[in-house]
């Protein structure tokens, strides 16, 4: 299977606590994306990158959070200091630079306790 | 600044029933791509179809279909003989077109629930 995979599916943490998660891309795809998704909302966006630049981050992206693409292929989101607000989904997708539609991972599934 | 309205929050309707989901955008772009995806109690967003906004052509896959209508900026999807499979959050998005990086501006999404 080619598609979008992220790792963990799910972390449970305590509030404070360092997490980090990894997402791989479909593998000819140069553009990956990371969303939040909150109980009963649609995904937000977060950041953006093309090959291992990240061009784009969004306001909901607080100085606690960091995410890197090193070498273009895999791309890692760090929280520092978890708080409890930042329990959601996180889901990666990614997208090639001829089609417009991104595709999905299975998301990491945050709970901060 | 860009926006999607799904103000269905849930639809219930039994097999074999046609269903349809509405989706209304606000965008200053003149050209711009629309989406709908799938989301299945599985977690794992699934992508349905991309519209380009100069393409108001309605298109039919199997019992899935999408009316998009500039007039109204509307693209609603209606699924036709549902099924119980269909059962899921169906979420219609917008991004820019273009040489931006497209970010995807979603909907809340309309839970659909089909039962036997």
């Known amino acids: 299977d080619t598609g979008v995979s992220q790792d963990p599916r799910h972390k449970i943490t305590k509030r404070g606590q360092n997490v980090t998660f990894r997402c791989d891309p479909i593998?000819?795809?140069?553009?990956l994306y990371w969303y939040r998704q909150t109980l009963g909302q649609g995904p937000e966006f977060l950041t953006y990158?093309?090959?291992?630049?990240?061009?784009?981050k969004s306001r909901l992206l607080s100085d606690r959070f960091s995410a890197e693409r090193p070498k273009g292929s895999f791309s890692t989101l760090e929280i520092q200091r978890t708080e409890q607000g930042d329990s959601a989904m996180y889901l990666c997708?990614?997208?090639?630079?001829?089609?417009?539609?991104?595709?999905f991972g299975p998301g990491t599934r945050l709970t901060v306790l | 600044a860009q926006k999607v309205t799904q103000a269905q929050t849930e639809i219930s309707v039994v097999e074999k029933e046609d269903v349809t989901l509405d989706c209304v955008y606000e965008?200053?772009?003149?050209?711009?791509?629309l989406f709908w995806y799938k989301q299945p109690p599985s977690g794992e967003l699934v992508f349905l179809i991309r519209?380009?906004?100069?393409?108001?052509q309605n298109e039919i896959s199997g019992r899935y279909s999408w009316n998009f209508q500039k007039s109204t900026s509307s693209f609603n999807f209606t699924i036709t003989a549902s099924q119980v499979v269909d059962s899921a959050v169906y979420f219609c998005?917008?991004?820019?077109?273009?040489?931006?990086?497209?970010?995807?501006?979603f909907g809340t999404g309309t839970r659909l629930l089909v039962s036997p």
């Open positions: 519209r380009n906004s100069f393409d108001e």
């Open positions: 998005a917008l991004s820019e077109a273009g040489t931006g990086f497209q970010k995807l501006v």
């Open positions: 997708a990614s997208r090639s630079d001829y089609y417009n539609e991104q595709f």
């Open positions: 990158f093309q090959n291992e630049a990240q061009l784009e």
């Open positions: 593998s000819e795809h140069n553009r």
């Open positions: 965008t200053r772009d003149t050209t711009y791509y």
